[in-house]
């Protein structure tokens, strides 16, 4: 008996192994690619429209997911030096998602995907030059420093206290 449970339990696996490896996905590879691509040049196009003065942009991640057979979700980060009118810059760090939907096509073999939403998850800004604040002082130093460093902290003086009832 034990023999014969194991042989059908054998051949179930068999043929769900087969099913998994000969069906078709829903999004193909090309099409996540294509995704990724398009996505890719709406970030340079977007960046460079609403921030013209921008440079070394660079995409540290972009992926892509089914999350059905007509929906994508797609993954973003991607970080870019702002530079000031004043002339000083800052790095600014993105992240965020975008979810697509499959539309109907007027072509038969091509497919049609339409942003249905974007949403920025993290933005990080990160000042290249810090500005020094010292207590009492009228005025502000700036620095020039080769990377991020936090402002430095000065002794807090204490705050003159009321006593009740004067």
Do not use: C
């Amino acid at each position: 008996m034990k023999k014969i449970v194991s042989l059908v339990i054998f051949i179930a696996a068999l043929v769900w192994t087969w099913n998994v490896i000969h069906t078709s996905q829903a999004v193909g590879f090309e099409t996540h690619s294509g995704i990724q691509v398009k996505l890719a040049e709406l970030i340079t196009q977007t960046l460079a429209a609403k921030k013209p003065h921008a440079k070394d942009l660079s995409i540290s991640r972009l992926w892509t997911e089914t999350l059905s057979d007509n929906k994508v979700r797609a993954v973003f980060a991607y970080k870019f030096t702002d530079v000031s009118e004043d002339g000083e810059s800052m790095e600014q760090v993105i992240e965020g998602e975008a979810v697509l939907y499959r539309d109907i096509s007027d072509q038969e073999n091509v497919d049609k995907w339409v942003l249905q939403s974007v949403k920025t998850t993290n933005d990080i800004v990160v000042f290249t030059e810090g500005s020094t604040i010292t207590p009492g002082a009228d005025e502000v130093t700036t620095e020039a420093t080769p990377e991020a460093t936090p402002a430095a902290t000065a002794t807090p003086t204490p705050a003159p206290t009321a006593t009740p009832g004067h």
